[in-house]
């Protein structure tokens, strides 16, 4: 009864607009378990849509968090600064595959991506920047106008700001080659904006909220090319599929693309609020003095924790880890679509960042929100949190904890497959 008042509670107090997914009110969480306020126990596999990599309460994350809160938990970083951002700045510099590298901090993704993009045009002078369709960036203005989502991001939002233009994301399960996508590029440069007014061209390397569809091999490189030959700046948005997510540190590591921005968020801290954007040094200093920051940027608790992510990612190889579980649930995925190839149209991923896309009769063009929606509140009533995606509303991602244990997987992936066969009986 617990989570129904709560939640009865809730819908009296705050604006519709901030939805939840389920009436499931969290009293405690470890690794990749939830227990909500009545203790039934949930199995996480959406990590607080990809927060906790490094799982639910982390004991050496929440030791820092305290160490640091005994100490102090705000004094400004751009009043009296303290080690622990300068340590992960440094930290981060070094690990960021971008060479002589500087850092900001924020607080949300969309605030690195806001700086971002205030940056790319500083450093260029010029207005344009070009995002994706499907594209998630954020819900602020600046973001929201990045996004090529418009239900439920953009809608009666608007406007947005001016100069921004979308060329298709090459996502191959839709149907939208690489070419494609470079073919439209560049009839953008050639009858909307000319290329010398382009500041920068952001991007995911894999998509999240727009349907986990990875950059084709190769795509990235092009898109590199592109921007040197016009001066634009490359921004990679990887607040979702950073810190270890995709088997690697960060999933442009895949293409050996040297990016000239990267945004990155979500789990760099473990679930504390920070976030930040680094990139090349002649490009990130670019704006004057106090004309990046906020009084929130570098939060002590978030430095703290963030430093405590960056150990565990590498004591307990979470970027290895990523990959063993992925091709687990990769595996157990495609067992589920060889018995039911009509109503789940593709497997995909990329190291734990593993989605099914599910539509009728096999077909494209024909998505299944329903059977999503059924199967998200299924598995959440079977004591498993699953997340949905994708601009048709007919993904279900899984975004597993990097930690979390084998047993906790199988026993997931068990209810993922019961409830499937439950719900694909119904459709
Ligand atoms: C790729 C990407 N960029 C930006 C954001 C916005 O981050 P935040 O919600 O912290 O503002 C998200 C959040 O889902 C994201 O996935």
């Known amino acids: 009864m617990k989570n129904l008042e709560l939640q009865d509670r ?11 997914l389920l009436p499931i009110y969290a009293a405690r969480a470890r690794n990749a378990e939830i227990w909500d306020e009545e203790g039934n126990r949930y199995l996480d596999f959406g990590s607080g849509i990809a927060v906790v990599n ?3 309460s982390h004991p050496e994350i929440v030791q820092a968090v305290k160490d640091q809160l005994d100490a102090f938990s705000h004094t400004c970083v751009m009043v009296t600064p303290y080690s622990t951002a300068v340590e992960l700045a440094e930290k981060l510099t070094e690990i ?29 002078g010029r207005p344009g920047v070009i995002a994706f369709s499907g594209g998630f960036h954020g819900r602020t203005n600046l973001c929201m106008g990045l996004t090529g989502k418009v239900v439920p991001y953009k809608k009666g939002f608007g406007p947005f700001t001016p100069e921004i233009y979308h060329a298709p994301f090459p996502a191959e399960y839709l149907g939208i080659s690489p070419e494609v996508s470079l073919a439209a590029l560049d009839r953008l440069f050639n ?12 991007i995911e390397p894999v998509q999240g909220e727009g349907g986990f569809y990875p950059v084709p091999d190769g795509f990235l490189s092009k898109l590199r090319e592109l921007c040197d030959m016009h001066g634009i700046l490359l921004i990679l948005d990887e607040i979702q599929t950073g810190f270890a997510r995709t088997g690697r540190m960060f999933a442009t590591e895949y293409s050996g693309v040297e990016a ?7 789990g760099i801290a473990g679930g504390f609020p920070i976030a930040a954007v680094v990139g090349k040094k002649e490009v ?24 405590a992510v960056l150990d565990v990612i590498e004591k307990d190889s979470l970027c290895e880890r990523a990959v063993e579980l992925g091709n687990r649930l990769q595996a157990g995925l495609h067992r589920l ?52 995606c994708g601009v048709r509303g007919n993904v279900i991602r899984i975004l597993v904890p990097l930690t979390i244990k084998s047993k906790h997987l199988e026993e997931g992936l068990e209810i993922l497959e019961r409830v499937f066969v439950e719900c694909a009986g119904k459709t």
């Open 10 to 20: 809730k819908d009296r107090v705050f604006a519709r607009g901030m939805g939840n």
């Open 54 to 56: 490094t799982g639910h």
């Open 96 to 124: 960021t595959p971008i060479e002589d590298a500087l850092a900001i901090f924020v607080s949300t993704g969309a605030e690195a991506v806001e700086n971002a993009i205030k940056i790319a045009r500083s450093a260029t």
């Open 191 to 202: 009858s909307v904006i000319q290329p010398d007014q382009v500041a920068a061209i952001i």
């Open 260 to 266: 000239d921005i990267i945004t990155m968020a979500k």
């Open 284 to 307: 990130m200093n670019a704006p004057e003095p106090g004309g990046l920051g906020g009084t929130y940027a570098a939060s002590p608790l978030g430095c703290a924790a963030g430093l």
């Open 337 to 388: 679509q060889a018995d039911y190839p009509a109503l789940i149209g593709d497997v995909r991923g990329v190291g734990a960042m593993v989605a099914m896309e599910l539509v009728n009769d096999g077909d494209v063009n024909r998505p299944n929100p329903e059977l999503t929606k059924a199967l998200t509140t299924k598995a959440a009533n079977s004591g498993l949190i699953l997340l949905s």
